[in-house]
């Protein structure tokens, strides 16, 4: 079974297209996606639409999906260390989605697991404590990390999202994140993801880094002109 892993979309439609398409060449089976479908780019509806056409897809939501559902700073200072400005962004995005992505949206869980080759994978954004909050964790994780953070989590694979850097770690188990395939940041026209493949007992991971158009995803921006642009650019793009 060869399983397609992307994480921290960020209504990034240009990379998503280049990203799937190359994954489908390359057989994968299924889709799995860990969370923060949108938020930060410039195409949300778009890219749920998208991701909502793709055959068999394995979704959860991450943390720019709970603040669309479940809840959003609306003062600072606020445990999200969130601004005004990004704030605003929160709200010009949100106000994009239609009903129907939104009820899309709400229908995915926070996490879920499920048996593949005799193995149990787990799929979420991040580590989360009991009252549903992310907890906090570390950029680059080293094994004794991911095994305090996902102590609670009973699977032999957990793949995640949301610190936007690739991590890979075999241990008592293997923990997976791809590094996100929207926001780029320093690599600039990279977009990133990977494949999992389990056969015969055996457990292998492949990163992909693809090369898109990003000019094209800066040049939506600075059209768009949204809230808190310029800081989008700057430290999730590179520019």
């Not at 994780?141 to 075999?170: E, Q, S, W």
Request: charged share 25%; glycine share 8%.
């Amino acid at each position: 079974m060869q399983l397609g892993v992307v994480t921290d979309i960020h209504n990034n439609l240009t990379a998503l297209k280049v990203v799937i398409e190359e994954l489908r060449q390359l057989g994968c089976n299924k889709i799995i996606c860990c969370g923060d479908i949108i938020g930060i780019g410039p195409y949300p509806e778009e890219t749920v639409q998208y991701l909502m056409q793709i055959p068999e897809l394995i979704a959860v939501r991450g943390n720019h999906e709970k603040y669309l559902l479940d809840e959003m700073p609306t003062e600072y200072p606020n445990e999200e260390n969130m601004g005004y400005e990004e704030m605003k962004h929160h709200k010009w995005e949100h106000n994009l989605l239609s009903k129907e992505s939104i009820d899309f949206l709400r229908k995915l869980p926070y996490q879920l697991s499920f048996i593949c080759e005799g193995y149990t994978l787990s799929v979420m954004h991040y580590c989360m404590d009991y009252d549903g909050h992310y907890k906090g964790g570390k950029l680059n994780p080293t094994k004794r990390d991911l095994k305090k953070m996902f102590a609670d989590v009973n699977a032999d694979i957990i793949l995640y999202g949301h610190n936007h850097n690739r991590n890979i770690c075999k241990g008592d188990r293997i923990y997976i994140n791809v590094g996100s395939l929207g926001c780029p940041a320093q690599d600039k026209k990279i977009a990133r993801a990977g494949i999992l493949n389990i056969e015969n007992g055996a457990v292998k991971f492949k990163p992909i880094d693809l090369e898109y158009d990003a000019d094209e995803v800066i040049r939506a921006i600075d059209e768009l002109n949204y809230p808190d642009a310029e800081n989008i650019k700057k430290y999730f793009f590179g520019v």
